[in-house]
């Protein structure tokens, strides 16, 4: 059993009310609520999973945030005050998207519109024709699905980190993992605020919530994943008007994507 005392952060105290004890933890930003705890790499997806099934019971929703530094960049992020940019009370004002595919046309459409400013013609009439496939999307064929959290692997040889951050966050909804942690909002990288609606999209539709986030990544698992090439195209481009880097330095395509998501059970995003 894990010995308390009045220097024992409170969060610490719910979890072993709720059979996960749990030793090496600390406050990642007492202000903000949230919790970091330190676990060996391949015991973070299992560990996981044992706090989100009580995250009724202790109010607390889990996060993998990665190595390498990725703890003391959040802490950092924090500490200047970043999280209050959203104070709690607004978390519940935020909603879904009203039409999701409106949406991902829309932010396509913007780029084709930049690509034709800068006279690359053959780039916007390629966004143009990515909508429009919509109507008819090619036959996909399930192919390289994601399995499994990257941030809990070293990049290069893919074998698992020695130690990896886990933080808890004060709520019981993934999809507001963004607005506490104050991700986003650089680069191409959307806004928390925007996210969150996403996610709540997401969430409602296919069961997707987030399970890692670090410093420029972000991972779902997904309960009930597309199963046809229609569902799977238009899903693509949603995740391509996200994060078009997934594309653009990935699969090179938004038919290879839709290939990786047709009935694949984990979503990863990252932002150069």
Sequence with gaps: MVAMNAQTPP???????AGIPIEDGAWLCERAGIG??????HAAEALWAQLRAVVDQTGLYPIILGGDGAREELSE?????DAERLPAEALAGIGPIADLDAWAATRLLARAEEAREDEMFEEAERFEQLIAARARPPLLTPHNRKTGVTLCRDTRTQDFLEQVDLALLPT??????PLLLAFGGWNECPGADEQAA???NW??????????IGPDVVEMKVARPPATSGDAYAL????YAYCADIVDQGTETVDALAEELLGSNAWFFWWD
Aim: aromatic share 8%; proline share 5%.
């Design 172 to 177: 019981t909804v993934g999809w507001q993992a």
């Design 11 to 17: 969060w610490m105290a719910k979890l072993t009310a």
């Design 203 to 212: 969430g409602a539709r296919y069961g997707a919530e987030p399970i890692a």
């Design 198 to 200: 996403l996610m709540q």
């Design 77 to 81: 992020r924090l500490a200047q005050g």
């Design 236 to 239: 693509s481009l949603q995740h």
């Design 36 to 41: 970091v705890v330190r676990v060996p790499g």
